[in-house]
């Protein structure tokens, strides 16, 4: 017997969460499913939600992908200043189905897939337990064409009843362990990428910077010697020369000084998803902090490389192939005391040849 109330927890202003006993069941439409949640575990991504709330970039309304009439028939999407569920890391089973739904039957069990990649907002993309209600309610309500990605993939993932419901919860936050070594990394300038170099003060070595050919070069500040350099390197790619930092996003972002408002800049406007940004410094140092976002080395696959040489092809000999831990190296765990900095702990002292030491920093 489906309710029509529920006991709920909502966010609806920043730091502003109520608990919510008289929260309707949505009864299903024609597309969409309504799932009894089992299990949802809490994730340090649901703190960064309350506090931010609208300034969120995945509470915000999806920009593409998807006629902007049927989501005016989910009353789950809740973008901007709607209230929202949390709670992204979920088992759900079955118990209702719309007429028009085809891929799911009462009764099946599903970890939940979060992110809908396939639906951007804008700086972010959907998600389930942001701009969609998420799962620290008893029952939710999920839209057959937001779950199915335009190559047919579900974003729910079918399990037995084999696991517990509290274990299948955590295979989302060990799959973000898992895939942060997993990752092949690039170790040079990307083959036919946009590249961006600005020079602020010194002398530099361009050579060996291009060991694979860029599809474009735009350069700022080079003296006519680097610039000669930068010419014979490339080949018969001719570089573009620029008097100021130009609108565009690059692959790769190659910045030869110590200035942290130009590194902020282009760290902020100029570097593009799964991009390198090679500082050089050239014995030179910054003397102040500088801010980067760190996030996006989780969720873009950013990298930051660097050298206090004056020749930036140095940087990229230090990039590993992968994200895996070497055998037997040293290692320093930020963030140990957390519960995924814990799973990093538990999987680094699993591996067949352990690192022969590490530091946990509970910051």
């Known amino acids: 017997m489906i309710p029509e109330k529920q006991v709920a927890v909502q966010l609806v202003g920043p730091d502003e969460l109520v608990l919510n006993e008289e929260k309707d069941v949505h009864k299903p439409g024609p597309h969409q499913i309504l799932g009894k949640v089992e299990s949802v575990g809490l ?3 649901d703190m960064k939600l309350l506090h931010a709330f609208t300034g969120h970039p995945r509470k915000g309304p999806i920009i593409e992908g998807i006629d902007q009439e049927i989501l005016k028939e989910i009353p789950s999407y809740v973008p901007n200043e709607l209230p929202t569920v949390p709670g992204h890391e979920a088992v759900v089973e079955i118990v ?25 907002t804008d700086g972010s993309k959907a998600a389930f337990g942001y701009n969609f209600e998420g799962a620290l309610q008893q029952y939710v309500l999920m839209d057959e064409r937001i779950i199915t990605a335009p190559d047919g993939e579900s974003f729910l993932i079918p399990v037995t009843d084999e696991s517990s419901a509290s274990a299948v919860a955590l295979v989302e936050p060990w799959a973000c362990v898992e895939d942060a070594y997993i990752t092949r990394e690039r170790q040079t300038i990307k083959a036919g990428g946009k590249v961006l170099i600005v020079k602020e003060g010194g002398d530099y070595d361009l050579s060996g910077l291009f060991p694979k050919k860029p599809g474009s070069v735009v350069a700022v500040g080079l003296s006519d010697k680097e610039k000669k350099q930068l010419e014979s390197e ?28 130009t590194f902020e800049t282009l760290e902020k406007t100029r570097f593009a998803e799964r991009g390198i940004m090679n500082v050089a410094t050239a014995g030179r140092k910054f003397g102040e902090p500088v ?58 002292l699993s591996l067949a040849k352990a690192p022969k030491k590490y530091s946990r920093d509970r910051y």
């Open 96 to 120: 209702a189905v719309g007429k028009g739904v085809t891929d799911y039957k009462i009764g099946e069990r599903y970890l939940v897939q979060t992110d809908y990649r396939h639906l951007p």
């Open 291 to 348: 801010m980067l976002d760190v996030g996006r080395i989780h969720y873009e696959g950013t990298r930051f490389i660097g050298t206090s040489s004056n020749k930036p092809a140095d940087s990229y000999k230090y990039i590993p192939a992968t994200g895996e831990i070497p055998d037997e190296s040293d290692i320093l765990i930020v963030g140990a005391a957390g519960p995924m900095g814990t799973m990093h702990v538990i999987r680094s």
């Open 234 to 261: 490339l080949g018969g790619l001719k570089p573009v020369y620029a008097d100021a930092i130009p609108e565009d996003l690059f692959e790769d972002v190659i910045y030869l000084g110590v200035n942290k408002g």
């Open 43 to 45: 994730c340090f991504s």
